[in-house]
């Protein structure tokens, strides 16, 4: 047990009795994989006033930190986990962040009653879940209330059939939360609540598209109780608890066999404002080329036509959601951020494609005007 655990064990929660253990916090999890939108639902849900006591904890994968500014949601009460993603080398973050949170709640620096941590699209929930329910302090001021999973109904099925991730993700659920049924085919519906029902059985699946995914559905699932789910989620929870043990008598290092290979994180920056025809181009030559390769873009641009007002860019392999323009930069970073996450796709290829249609080709490439005035050579040719 850290140092701060310690320090926070010692009084109990903001106007409790002293004489009495404080009365434990609910701890809900929100978890989906890449792009299913988790984002969209934390930020409907934190307008909620079920929620206005509710400290925040973000963890983003990759060196960049964009999705916290998205969130529409000011106040003293959010964490941001940014050095890695929560199944390996964040756990020990993770149980810092929570311990700190009791500390201020303890010494009156904020006052929360619930906490929601939203994990990274590629975590794998079982050692999050381990850490809340076997962690000898956080058990006691922390109650796992539940586990939310939003899941892509467009590409939900492909993304269950190519990441074991996303299973245990729907797998542990309490509430399956359903997104972009409007965009699906009934075929597609169908067939990924039949193979969440298989995976999940036990699991509320609430449509989002239709408002199902309220607050009052969503959160006080009861205390978590893996006896309600499919036998692999039990062996999940056992193997992290054997790692745990392991652990502590071993160096921990990052567990690289926890995600593939094939996965990686980057991100595009540009101080030059770029025209909105360009950007349009931009995705939809980067979509058609390589979409099935997009695990997730997501980025604020600064457009020539408004630098004043970016716009936020979406978009999940194929599928690219329409661009939405925020009321104002969300820090005093101004530049166009573009955060990736791919499989099988180099940064290069997507950087020099990027860098040619803003004007900033590198020395050693053809620009884009060469590219474009060859008819034999497709945009990107040596790199298809």
């Not at 994990?119 to 794998?124: F, I, K, S, V, Y």
């Not at 586990?147 to 299973?167: K, R």
């Not at 609430?206 to 009052?216: I, K, Q, V, W, Y």
């Not at 025809?277 to 939809?284: A, N, S």
Request: aromatic share 4%; proline share 5%; with cysteine.
């Amino acid at each position: 047990m850290s140092e701060s655990g310690s320090s926070a064990g010692q009084s109990p929660g903001l106007g409790a009795d002293r004489r009495q253990p404080a009365t434990p916090i609910p701890l809900t999890v929100l978890t989906g994989f890449l792009g299913a939108g988790k984002t969209t639902l934390l930020n409907r849900l934190l307008k909620d006033p079920a929620l206005s006591q509710t400290a925040v904890i973000i963890n983003e994968f990759g060196e960049i930190s964009l999705d916290h500014l998205l969130v529409e949601y000011v106040g003293d009460n959010m964490v941001l986990l940014q050095s890695g993603c929560l199944c390996c080398t964040m756990r020990g973050d993770l149980v810092d962040a929570l311990e700190t949170l009791l500390r201020d709640l303890d010494n009156r620096r904020c006052t929360f009653k619930r906490v929601l941590l939203e994990t990274t699209g590629l975590a794998d929930p079982a050692p999050v879940l381990h850490t809340a329910m076997a962690h000898p302090y956080l058990v006691l001021r922390y109650r796992l209330d539940g586990v939310v999973t939003v899941v892509d109904c467009v590409n939900g099925e492909t993304t269950l059939d190519e990441h074991a991730e996303a299973v245990k993700q729907a797998a542990v659920a309490n509430r399956i939360v359903l997104t972009k049924t409007d965009l699906a085919t009934s075929e597609q519906h169908e067939r990924i609540v039949v193979r969440l029902h298989a995976l999940n059985p036990a699991a509320t699946i609430l449509d989002a598209a239709r408002g199902e995914a309220t607050a009052e559905r969503l959160l006080n699932c009861g205390l978590y109780d893996p006896d309600r789910k499919i036998p692999d989620v039990k062996k999940w929870l056992a193997a992290e608890a054997y790692a745990d043990s392991h652990a502590h008598t071993h160096d921990h290092h990052h567990d690289v066999s926890r995600h593939d290979a094939h996965i990686g994180a980057f991100v595009l920056t540009s101080d030059t404002a770029i025209p909105a025809g360009t950007l349009e181009m931009f995705l939809e030559l980067l979509r058609a080329t390589h979409g099935a390769k997009l695990l997730r873009i997501k980025g604020i641009v600064k457009l020539a036509e408004m630098p004043d007002t970016p716009v936020v860019v979406h978009g999940v392999q194929h599928v690219f959601h329409p661009t939405a323009r925020l009321e104002r930069w969300p820090d005093d970073d101004h530049r166009t951020r573009l955060v990736f996450i791919t499989r099988d796709l180099p940064e290069r290829t997507v950087r020099e494609l990027f860098e040619a249609f803003t004007g900033n080709a590198s020395p050693d490439r053809p620009d884009r005007a060469a590219l474009t005035d060859n008819p034999l050579i497709p945009f990107g040719g040596a790199d298809r």
